[in-house]
């Protein structure tokens, strides 16, 4: 069973800084893909960005392009989201997650999940 281990959430003034980090218990088929999503209270997932080991296969949403930046190092099996320029909107629960293969914007895809870590960005 892959564990996936969300940290860096909190709270931040609008237009600030974090980073959030996932740390992988192990690497195997159904790790292949990391991504992160995210969900905001009353509202369903929504997909952030995705990642393959080794730094390719790198998708953003349009909601966070040019804000967000997501990497990895593999040797840590570690992968990260920096986000910059921060907006309310971007108020939500972050989650990791990770997936071997299909779509990165289907929640379906993704195998295993992290338990999730709040961001709030205060106005």
């Known amino acids: 069973q892959v564990q996936l281990v969300e940290s860096g959430g909190g709270l931040v003034q609008a237009g600030g800084s974090l980073r959030l980090s996932c740390a992988a218990s192990?690497?195997?088929?159904?790790?292949?893909?990391m991504g992160w999503f995210r969900q905001a209270p009353g509202k369903e997932y929504e997909f952030v960005a995705t990642i393959a080991w080794g730094g390719g296969s790198i998708y953003y949403a349009d909601s966070v392009k040019g804000r967000f930046t997501i990497s990895s190092v593999d040797a840590k099996n570690t992968v990260y989201l920096q986000m910059n320029s921060l907006k309310p909107e971007d108020t939500a629960v972050y989650y990791c997650a990770s997936r071997g293969t299909g779509p990165y914007y289907r929640t379906t895809s993704w195998d295993y999940w992290g338990q999730g870590t709040q961001v709030t960005v205060s106005s």
């Open positions: 192990e690497r195997t088929f159904s790790t292949r893909y």
